[in-house]
C-alpha cells in the first residue's frame, strides 16, 4: 500500500498547472492539455554517451517562439546515510526575447554560475558582460554603447565591487 501511495505522490508531484506528465524509457517529456496538441513540448530530455542523464528545459513564449532554455545534469552529494541526487544547471542557459532574439547567455557549471554572462538588447546587440565564479561575480564587468564600444567598466572579486582588477 505505501509503494502504490509514494507512486501516486510522485505523480502529482509532476502534475503542475494542468501539464500532463509522459513517461517513456529513459526520457521524461512534457506536453500541455491544450486541445488542439499543436503545443510544443515545454521538456526535452536526452542521454549522454557516459550515461548520465542530460535534460534540456525549454519554455516558449505564446506566440511560439523560445522563451528560455538551460541544460542540467545529474548531481551526486553525500546526504545522511544515502547518496543524493539532484539536477543542476550545466552549461548555458539561454534566454530570449518575445521576437525571437536572445536575450542573456548564462554560463553553469555544476551548478554555479561559472563564467561570462552576456545580456543583449531587442535586436541582438551586446549590452553588457560580467564575469562570475562559483555564482559570484569576479572580474571585469563591462556595458557597451549601442554602437559596441565600451561605456563603462567595473571590477568585482568575491561579489564586492573594487577599483582596480584583482589579480
Not at 517513456?24 to 521538456?43: L, Y
Not at 539561454?94 to 521576437?99: A, D, I, L, P, S
Amino acid at each position: 500500500m505505501n509503494a502504490i501511495k509514494g507512486f501516486f505522490e510522485w505523480i502529482m508531484g509532476w502534475v503542475i498547472f494542468g501539464v500532463i506528465v509522459v513517461t517513456i524509457g529513459w526520457g521524461v517529456s512534457f506536453f500541455s492539455d491544450d486541445e488542439d496538441n499543436t503545443t510544443k513540448p515545454a521538456k526535452e530530455t536526452t542521454i549522454s554517451e557516459d550515461e548520465k542523464l542530460i535534460e534540456v528545459r525549454k519554455s516558449y513564449w505564446d506566440n511560439g517562439n523560445l522563451k528560455e532554455e538551460t541544460p542540467y545534469k545529474k548531481s551526486y552529494s553525500l546526504g545522511y546515510k544515502k547518496v543524493k541526487t539532484e539536477l543542476v544547471p550545466h552549461g548555458i542557459a539561454k534566454t530570449y526575447y518575445e521576437n525571437g532574439v536572445l536575450r542573456v547567455e548564462d554560463p553553469y557549471v555544476d551548478g554555479e554560475r561559472d563564467g561570462i554572462v552576456k545580456f543583449y538588447d531587442e535586436n541582438g546587440k551586446l549590452e553588457s558582460t560580467h564575469e562570475y565564479k562559483n555564482s559570484k561575480k569576479e572580474g571585469k564587468h563591462v556595458y557597451y554603447y549601442s554602437d559596441g564600444t565600451e561605456m563603462d567598466v567595473e571590477y568585482y572579486h568575491d561579489d564586492v565591487q573594487v577599483q582596480a582588477p584583482v589579480l
